[in-house]
T-cell receptor
Framework: AQTVTQSQPEMSVQEAETVTLSCTYD???????LFWYKQPPSRQMILVIRQEAYKQQNATENRFSVNFQKAAKSFSLKISDSQLGDAAMYFCAYRRLAGSSGDKLTFGTGTRLAVRP | DAGITQSPRHKVTETGTPVTLRCHQT?????MYWYRQDPGHGLRLIHY???????DKGEVSDGYSVSRSKTEDFLLTLESATSSQTSVYFC???????????FGPGTRLTVL
């Protein structure tokens, strides 16, 4: 079974600084997807970024970028120029390619990010 | 934002009572999912649907049933609620097997 591990329950960053959230996963699959979701106090789950395992290039979305290390099974999220609105719980998630699992997402336990003004 | 609504948004009920949560989408997406979120566990899949009347179990399906009679609606039923089912429930949708899942706003359920 696939597992996703987020070893940092809480992180803190100064506004305008850069922070990196860690995620590791375990799978025997060679093709899969990885995601970072953000959950602010409103509780809404918001997609931040998505990475396809077959792509060597790291995904980027504005101030958010990932460092995808397939051999190490590592998928970290870097937030540059942190803003107060970035304060939230961040979840790393894994999904295998479409198949009998119904495309379920396997989530890590989350990292709570605080942004200091 | 994906057109996903959940009802009710909050519910308090007593042990042993039946509860039904509704997920409604306006995106005409094929796949729909129910997850629960608990501290220390992230989100875990309860049941999912890959089409009208086509459903299957997830990893924490005990005590839950689902139904999907229309593309736009996916119902989650707790036949006899227990305190261990106190949680936040999220519905998600995706268009195809390769699509990203988009989540509804969640329902906070408290079972006393």
């Amino acid at each position: 079974a696939q597992t996703v591990t987020q070893s940092q329950p809480e992180m803190s960053v100064q506004e305008a600084e850069t922070v990196t959230l860690s995620c590791t996963y375990d799978t025997s699959e060679s093709d899969y997807y990885l995601f970072w979701y953000k959950q602010p106090p409103s509780r809404q789950m918001i997609l931040v970024i998505r990475q396809e395992a077959y792509k060597q290039q790291n995904a980027t979305e504005n101030r958010f970028s990932v460092n995808f290390q397939k051999a190490a099974k590592s998928f970290s999220l870097k937030i540059s120029d942190s803003q107060l609105g970035d304060a939230a719980m961040y979840f790393c998630a894994y999904r295998r390619l479409a198949g009998s699992s119904g495309d379920k997402l396997t989530f890590g336990t989350g990292t709570r990010l605080a942004v200091r003004p | 934002d994906a057109g996903i609504t959940q009802s009710p948004r909050h519910k308090v009920t007593e042990t042993g009572t039946p509860v039904t949560l509704r997920c409604h989408q306006t995106e005409n997406h094929r796949y729909m999912y129910w997850y629960r979120q608990d501290p220390g566990h992230g989100l875990r899949l309860i049941h999912y649907s890959y089409g009208v009347k086509d459903t299957d179990k997830g990893e924490v399906s005990d005590g839950y049933s689902v139904s999907r009679s229309k593309t736009e609606d996916f119902l989650l039923t707790l036949e006899s609620a227990t305190s261990s089912q106190t949680s936040v429930y999220f519905c998600a949708i995706s268009g195809t097997g390769g699509d990203t899942q988009y989540f509804g706003p969640g329902t906070r359920l408290t079972v006393l």
